[in-house]
Nanobody, 122 residues
């Protein structure tokens, strides 16, 4: 089992910067990728960004591409999302995501954090 704990949400000024972090913990697992999704009430969860465990390959959703950076601290099993120039449309609940394999098996499982709300407003 993998537990994900997000931090860094809250009120952000438009045009400022946003930094979210997610720490993974648990035992007997190996993470293959970590990422972020976001969701507003009554809408589908939207992909934001993902980073692979091995080569650090990254991929971004169209709505944040060019103004966001996802990074990972392997030693701390932590992933960060930095977003420059947030706009009010970035207001959402942001969820951390991890795909991990149980050590000794070939079974991949997907895990989610509880979500951290972000409000972009002046």
């Amino acid at each position: 089992q993998v537990q994900l704990v997000e931090s860094g949400g809250g009120l952000v000024q438009p045009g400022g910067s946003l930094r979210l972090s997610c720490a993974a913990s648990g035992s007997n697992f190996s993470i293959t990728s970590m990422g972020w999704y976001r969701q507003a009430p009554g809408t589908q969860r939207e992909f934001v960004a993902v980073i692979t465990s091995s080569g650090g390959m990254t991929h971004y959703g169209d709505s944040v591409k060019g103004r966001s950076t996802i990074s990972r601290d392997h030693a701390k099993n932590t992933v960060h999302l930095e977003m420059n120039r947030p706009i009010p449309k970035d207001t959402d609940v942001y969820y951390c995501n991890a795909v991990a394999v149980l050590i000794g098996t070939m079974r991949l499982s997907t895990y989610w954090g509880q979500g951290t709300p972000v409000t972009v407003s002046s």
